[in-house]
């Protein structure tokens, strides 16, 4: 674990899982759509949306999918991650109101390299609303751990001769 009680790559292993839930409000809406621009009527227009074939306003998509980050940068593997990248497929609709819960699986882990790929899915009650897979970078207590030999080492190497 990391000094911000994130987990260090040492600590996953295949299969552990965790989640976060975020309840997606009016507010969250027109606030992404002015931090993104994303101006659409099928988030913003009740009346258009409702010629739509979602039949009413919904969230924007990578509003939805910012609960994952959430799970990711919260949960799992925790504070220090970092994204190399996500790939996302979206499944339903997000309306105003609901609840999307956010889970995160380690699928796979490269010690190496520090890096993590994990399943990631959202889902609205039963309904998986975004599937996906992201890769990310953590950090290291092997790293950690040789980073403070080396700094050792230059201290008393150029103490000592």
Known sequence: MNDQNGLDIEDLSVGMSASYAKTITEADIVLF???SGDNNAAH????????????????HGFLTASVISAAVANRLPGPGTVYL??????CAPVRPG???HATVTVKSVDLQKARATLD?????????VI?????VVTTSS???LSQREAVELNSSSSKGV
């Open 131 to 135: 599937d996906g897979e992201a890769m």
């Open 120 to 128: 990631t899915v959202c889902r609205v009650r039963d309904t998986v």
């Open 44 to 59: 913003m227009n009740e009346e258009f949306a409702a010629t739509t074939i979602f039949g009413g306003r919904i969230a």
């Open 85 to 90: 990248g996500q790939q996302l497929r979206f």
């Open 142 to 144: 092997a790293r950690r």
């Open 98 to 100: 609901d609840t999307v």
């Open 33 to 35: 759509a002015g931090v």
